[in-house]
């Protein structure tokens, strides 16, 4: 079954993009999962961001970082050339495994091109795996025959329902995923709800957030800034609510409050948000910032008195279309001392103090945001109060070493240890 990396037990890591510089809180997992004590392999569609994050050159990931551009003919190539090496290089191994593809091919009745696919891939596994963490439904699926080749547990992360136009599994696929998965891991309980409603049982579904690193969140309890700063950050689409945000700021500037509103991120409804501003005569306090990432994002968090997070859905009621699970900018923001005031879309509220160091209101409703706004304006004598309570409750709640124990503990060792057990 090939060789363990210097004893280590061998986690085997599938994502979409990677490393990604959008979102970070991947490249966090697999950090924590180092510092546990585990070997970390990468298997990813492709990268995310023109540049490397110095933690991903810290950890030297791109050595165990492998790369599946399918229906690319150049990449076709450059795994045949991959195989052959694999050939030569662990003819034991690789000919034991060419066999148990073979007998799945004629077990599960797959067509050949399915068993070439499956063989081109295997090459950059050339280690033993003792389990494999999926952090993307398709991906997952994709790679469900490796669960059998090396007879080893499957965790799979699901984030929510994808948007519209976004790749997904279908039914039978999905099923199929269910009944070969040991654990789905969901950041809350209305993600939780979701994957029931798509039909895997709650046994099966584990409830633990994404984290975030902590130190890269300066903390300020309080700012100098002359006129209210607002931020929002993620990505601009119809089912992210600016123009519910842009709308309440336009109330509250008809009240004669000085606001500066910057938007962080980038998608396919910016163009259609530029107009509603032009339409409502904004372009002096709406800002359109694009993508921001690393140290310039944390600068814009510190800067922020509010951070607003609109977010919603195109189905408010409906578990199978796309709804927020988290938003782990909301905790970004909390963690740099920005006041949040956020939608009662999706998972959003339960990953909120409340009341007591953040604010909801009603999901599209601007006059709701706007009353909320104001009684968090006309209350500045509490900021500092609300500020302290909110990065007290990120360092609770989603601390990424605590979030990174709680897997190893609570998923990655019992799993592994029962599966041991079971063989």
């Not at 050159?57 to 970082?65: G, P, V």
């Not at 994709?142 to 992360?157: N, S």
């Not at 910032?289 to 310039?296: D, I």
């Not at 949040?340 to 409340?354: F, K, M, Q, T, Y």
Request: include cysteine.
């Amino acid at each position: 079954m090939g060789e363990k990396h210097a004893n280590k037990l061998n986690i085997l890591f599938i994502t979409e993009f990677f490393p990604n510089t959008v979102q970070p809180w991947f490249l966090n997992i697999v950090e924590q999962s180092i510092l546990n004590g585990y070997h970390a392999t990468i298997v990813a569609y492709k990268k995310l961001g023109s540049k490397q994050p110095a933690k991903f050159k810290k950890l030297n990931l791109k050595k165990n970082t492998y790369y599946y551009l399918a229906g690319s003919s150049s990449y076709v190539g450059f795994m045949f050339l991959r195989l052959l090496l694999f050939i030569l290089t662990k003819p034991k191994f690789s000919l034991s495994i060419f066999v148990k593809l073979c007998k799945r091919k004629y077990s599960q009745n797959l067509s050949y091109l399915k068993l070439v696919k499956e063989i081109l891939r295997v090459p950059v596994l050339n280690k033993k795996i003792d389990i494999i963490h999926a952090h993307h439904l398709i991906s997952a699926y994709e790679y469900l025959f490796i669960k059998d080749l090396f007879d080893v547990p499957l965790v799979v992360t699901f984030h929510g329902q994808p948007p519209i136009g976004v790749p997904h599994l279908n039914q039978v696929q999905m099923l199929e995923l269910f009944i070969l998965s040991d654990v789905f891991l969901v950041n809350t309980n209305f993600a939780k709800r979701q994957l029931i409603h798509l039909g895997c049982v709650s046994e099966k579904i584990k409830v633990i957030p994404q984290g975030i690193e902590l130190d890269e969140f300066k903390f300020l309890s309080t700012r100098n800034n002359k006129t209210f700063i607002f931020l929002t950050v993620g990505r601009i689409d119809k089912n992210k609510g600016h123009e519910y945000a842009i709308y309440a700021i336009r109330d509250l500037i008809s009240k004669g409050i000085k606001i500066k509103y910057y938007i962080v991120g980038y998608g396919p409804y910016i163009d259609d948000l530029i107009d509603l501003v032009n339409e409502l005569g904004l372009n002096e306090q709406v800002q359109f910032l694009g993508e921001v990432e690393g140290s310039r994002l944390s600068q814009y968090y510190l800067l922020a008195d509010i951070f607003l997070f609109p977010s919603t859905s195109i189905d408010p009621g409906n578990l199978s279309v796309s709804h927020e699970t988290q938003g782990v900018v909301v905790q970004e923001a909390q963690a740099s001392g920005a006041i949040v005031i956020a939608s009662s879309s999706g998972g959003i509220p339960e990953c909120l103090d409340r009341d007591v160091s953040a604010f909801v209101f009603q999901d599209r409703n601007v006059s709701d945001l706007t009353e909320t706004l104001l009684y968090v304006l006309n209350n500045s004598d509490k900021w500092e109060e609300w500020r302290l309570l909110a990065r007290n409750w990120v360092e609770k709640n989603f601390d990424i070493r605590k979030i990174g124990n709680r897997l190893n503990e609570e998923v990655y060792l019992p799993l592994i240890a029962s599966h041991s057990f079971g063989k």
